[in-house]
């Protein structure tokens, strides 16, 4: 389907590679004429003098071969292309998905024990004002805030290093990446962070309205060893749906966030391929995601089975 959607798209490649011939035309401003076998030629080159039904069976048979052609804007291997997005995107992809799980887990347990309560009511109104604000909002007020802009000018904006990031010491490069992440990662976090911490909340309170809990308790367990070890385990297996998209952190480029940041990660790569019709990149992209979600897939029912033993796909 996206195969057919983006060859039907008007202003392809060609269009636009004729477009540029036209007026390039010299200094006289006016547009030059495009003979039919310059027309033929290009066609040739990109590969759109076949049919689509053609083009299609020998993209199926290139990536059989992990051969995604060749970008039409970057004039090289569209795996190469991709690859070359990867440490931005992945950076924050795994950063924001770590500290994503590693404080909205403790969190969610904390707010389900004190359900009800002040913290519980407190950390909510907070939690869902985060969850309010557009990526975008947040990314611009940061920058204005932090990043030079009107007030404070602690952080910078675009790239994940500084120039001299070689020259540091093994700690000075850890401290480097960590003052370029601070912004751009917070805006990276704030769709989810919300959601995970109300699902293990949520979770946690089902599993602890359980008879095996009260159970637990009657025997004079402690706290701490009725909710952590008891509890969070059956707690977690909603959660554990989401685990599957560890893999998805390979694509998990954001187009706002990378826009605004300046950062030359793999959201940013896609929609300047759709404005392009770079179609071979974006092939490229849809199928490695695809192949990652279904990846993802997977390892959530792999996760499932690790942390309740009751479930079996046998």
């Not at 033929?40 to 003098?49: I, T």
């Amino acid at each position: 389907m996206t195969f057919v959607i983006i060859n039907l798209a008007p202003g392809g490649p060609i269009e636009q590679k004729l477009q540029k011939m036209r007026m390039g035309g010299g200094d006289s401003g006016k547009s030059t004429q495009v003979s039919e076998e310059v027309l033929e030629n290009l066609k040739k080159q990109y590969g759109f003098d076949k049919p689509m039904p053609v083009r299609y069976w020998i993209w199926l048979k290139n990536i059989s071969k992990l051969d995604f052609g060749e970008s039409f804007t970057y004039q090289e291997p569209v795996i190469d292309v991709i690859s070359s997005k990867f440490p931005v995107s992945l950076s924050f992809g795994i950063a924001s998905l770590f500290l994503t799980y590693i404080v909205c887990i403790p969190l969610g347990v904390k707010k389900a024990i004190k359900a009800g309560g002040t913290f519980d009511q407190v950390s909510g109104v907070i939690l869902y004002i985060l969850y309010s604000i557009p990526p975008i909002v947040l990314g611009i007020f940061l920058i204005v805030g932090f990043a030079g802009g009107s007030y404070f000018d602690w952080f910078p904006i675009g790239g994940i290093k500084s120039d001299d990031y070689d020259a540091f010491s093994t700690l000075g490069k850890i401290g480097d990446r960590v003052y370029h992440f601070v912004l751009p990662l917070s805006c990276y976090m704030i769709g989810g962070f919300t959601e995970i911490t109300m699902l293990v909340r949520n979770s946690m309170l089902d599993v602890i309205k359980s008879d095996y809990i009260r159970t637990a308790r009657s025997k004079g367990l402690s706290d701490n060893l009725v909710y952590y070890k008891h509890a969070l385990r059956n707690a977690m297996i909603p959660v554990a749906t989401g685990l599957g998209g560890f893999l998805r952190v390979f694509l998990a480029g954001s187009l706002i966030v990378e826009t605004i940041f300046n950062l030359d990660g793999i959201g940013l790569l896609g929609y300047t391929s759709i404005l392009s019709r770079d179609y071979n990149v974006i092939m490229g992209l849809t199928f490695v995601s695809s192949v990652l979600l279904l990846l993802g897939n997977i390892l959530s029912d792999i996760v499932y089975v690790m942390v309740d033993p009751r479930i079996d796909f046998k």
